[in-house]
């Protein structure tokens, strides 16, 4: 599994995993064998482009971890995905899940591809391709989707659709994020923002500081970062800047959220919004803000920038934002960085609430979505922090500890077959 582990994303979740399996004191072969995924699937995607010639994507699903339950996880489509990124991205969906005490396993799927050069056609033909090569190894009692950067909605609502049209009838809970109409939740576009906020107010808290009054800038403002903007307004932060692939805006007053999300649903892009000043996604990164929080992609703040850093607090809305050279750097200057298992943890709580409902057949109500989301995040928040203080370690340890002693057990408990 050589080139599994040379990715630099994987690489930092086993660095983080072997330095909280000492705070722990994790049982070494437990550990040897939470090195490795379970399961890894590579296929060939195959799609008639729109000009009616054949072009072959490639697409993984890596089931990391099946211990605690169904496998987990969200499906990516990006330029940059290879087999280790997703295996990295699924061990962190396996010790996410752990920690949120959820009854689920770690996964990660992805193919390599930039969504924004298909058509809508071509989209959905390498989706409905993509979940039939797939379609084998997920389930709802096996394998559960969801969305992740570069997918949405309409991209669930298509792979459900294929899954369905082989079974012969409707099967919604074989993926989450679905849109509402064909068995999706309430609260689940919002959650992972609101998540982050959630956890926002409870590390300004640690400092003896409000929500209310406190600055934010949010770096991607994608699905995960619009809705952290929307909550953090209406709680009364200020986001004193928003960026995306086209640039970032800053407004030391505070933006509009409102009149932002307007203006980027008219233009696709930040570029070029009237009531800001321009300004870079580096520059975005080392602006002098309460909380800071990386909503896009992978390894953006790393030893190159972190010194350079001023945020008080660090949630990480993406999976993998910072480094573990950033994280050496931030914790000798006393940033408190709360890590992607925990602060982006809301969206995959609201899947387990979909997946849930889909089962029973019975819907809940926005706000029974939002309160038990919140009750749950800020337990793990709680635990993770017990355990920060008692061990004097970061957060990233401490969540990774939480979540290594609880699969640890389970491991234990079922034990290794054959022998
Ligand atoms: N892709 C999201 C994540 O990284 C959500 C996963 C899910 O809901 O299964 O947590």
């Given at each position: 599994?050589?080139h599994?582990?040379?990715?630099?994303?994987f690489k930092?979740?086993?660095?983080?995993i072997e330095?909280a399996?000492?705070?722990?004191?994790?049982d070494?072969?437990v550990?040897t064998?939470?090195?490795?995924?379970r399961?890894s699937?590579?296929?060939?995607?195959p799609v008639?482009?729109?000009?009616?010639?054949?072009?072959?994507f490639?697409?993984?699903?890596?089931?990391?971890?099946g211990?605690?339950g169904?496998?987990?996880?969200?499906?990516r489509?990006?330029?940059?995905v290879?087999?280790s990124?997703?295996?990295?991205?699924a061990?962190?969906?396996?010790f996410?899940?752990?920690l949120?005490k959820?009854?689920?396993?770690g996964?990660?799927g992805?193919?390599?591809?930039?969504?924004?050069?298909?058509?809508?056609?071509?989209?959905q033909?390498?989706?409905?391709r993509?979940?039939t090569?797939?379609?084998?190894?997920?389930?709802?009692?096996?394998d559960i989707?969801?969305?992740?950067v570069?997918?949405?909605?309409?991209?669930?609502?298509?792979l459900?659709?294929?899954?369905?049209?082989?079974k012969?009838?409707?099967v919604?809970?074989?993926?989450?994020g679905?849109p509402?109409?064909?068995?999706?939740?309430?609260?689940?576009?919002?959650s992972?923002?609101?998540?982050?906020i959630?956890?926002?107010?409870?590390?300004?808290?640690?400092?003896n500081?409000s929500?209310k009054?406190?600055?934010?800038?949010?770096?991607?403002?994608?699905?995960?970062?619009?809705?952290?903007?929307?909550?953090?307004s209406?709680?009364?932060?200020?986001?004193?800047?928003?960026?995306?692939?086209?640039?970032?805006?800053f407004?030391?007053?505070?933006?509009n959220?409102?009149?932002?999300l307007?203006?980027?649903?008219?233009?696709?892009?930040l570029?070029g919004?009237?009531?800001?000043?321009?300004i870079?996604?580096?520059e975005l990164?080392?602006l002098?803000?309460?909380?800071l929080a990386?909503?896009?992609?992978?390894?953006?703040?790393?030893g190159k920038?972190?010194?350079?850093?001023?945020?008080?607090?660090?949630?990480?809305g993406?999976n993998?934002p910072v480094?573990?050279?950033a994280?050496?750097?931030l914790?000798?200057k006393?940033?408190?960085?709360?890590?992607?298992?925990?602060?982006n943890?809301?969206?995959?709580?609201?899947?387990y609430?979909?997946?849930?409902q889909?089962?029973?057949?019975?819907?809940?109500?926005?706000?029974e979505i939002?309160?038990?989301?919140r009750?749950?995040?800020?337990?793990?928040?709680?635990?993770?922090?017990?355990l920060?203080?008692?061990?004097?370690?970061?957060?990233?340890?401490?969540?990774?500890g939480v979540?290594?002693k609880?699969?640890?057990?389970?491991?234990?408990?079922r034990g290794l077959?054959?022998r």
């Amino acid at each position: 599994m050589e080139h599994i582990t040379e990715g630099k994303l994987f690489k930092n979740v086993i660095k983080n995993i072997e330095s909280a399996a000492a705070v722990v004191n994790c049982d070494k072969n437990v550990l040897t064998r939470l090195r490795q995924p379970r399961r890894s699937i590579t296929v060939s995607v195959p799609v008639r482009m729109d000009d009616g010639n054949v072009k072959v994507f490639t697409g993984h699903r890596v089931q990391y971890s099946g211990t605690l339950g169904p496998y987990k996880g969200g499906i990516r489509y990006h330029q940059d995905v290879d087999i280790s990124e997703v295996t990295g991205l699924a061990a962190l969906m396996t010790f996410k899940c752990s920690l949120l005490k959820l009854p689920l396993g770690g996964a990660k799927g992805g193919v390599k591809v930039d969504p924004n050069t298909l058509s809508r056609a071509e989209n959905q033909a390498l989706t409905r391709r993509f979940t039939t090569e797939i379609a084998p190894f997920i389930g709802p009692q096996e394998d559960i989707p969801a969305p992740d950067v570069g997918t949405n909605g309409q991209t669930m609502a298509w792979l459900m659709d294929t899954y369905s049209q082989q079974k012969g009838f409707a099967v919604p809970a074989v993926v989450t994020g679905k849109p509402i109409e064909i068995g999706g939740s309430l609260g689940r576009v919002s959650s992972t923002g609101y998540g982050v906020i959630y956890i926002a107010e409870k590390a300004l808290h640690t400092l003896n500081k409000s929500l209310k009054g406190s600055t934010i800038a949010i770096q991607g403002f994608g699905n995960v970062g619009q809705h952290a903007a929307i909550l953090a307004s209406e709680l009364g932060m200020r986001i004193t800047a928003v960026s995306d692939v086209s640039g970032g805006i800053f407004n030391g007053d505070g933006l509009n959220v409102k009149d932002v999300l307007e203006y980027i649903a008219k233009n696709k892009v930040l570029k070029g919004y009237p009531n800001a000043q321009e300004i870079t996604n580096e520059e975005l990164l080392v602006l002098d803000v309460d909380v800071l929080a990386p909503c896009a992609l992978d390894n953006v703040i790393t030893g190159k920038n972190a010194d350079k850093v001023k945020a008080k607090v660090i949630v990480e809305g993406a999976n993998g934002p910072v480094d573990a050279d950033a994280d050496a750097i931030l914790s000798r200057k006393g940033t408190l960085v709360v890590p992607d298992i925990l602060a982006n943890g809301g969206g995959v709580i609201v899947s387990y609430f979909e997946w849930v409902q889909d089962i029973s057949n019975y819907f809940w109500d926005e706000e029974e979505i939002n309160t038990n989301m919140r009750k749950i995040i800020v337990d793990a928040f709680n635990r993770t922090w017990a355990l920060a203080k008692e061990k004097n370690v970061g957060m990233r340890s401490a969540a990774m500890g939480v979540a290594i002693k609880h699969l640890e057990r389970a491991m234990l408990l079922r034990g290794l077959y054959p022998r």
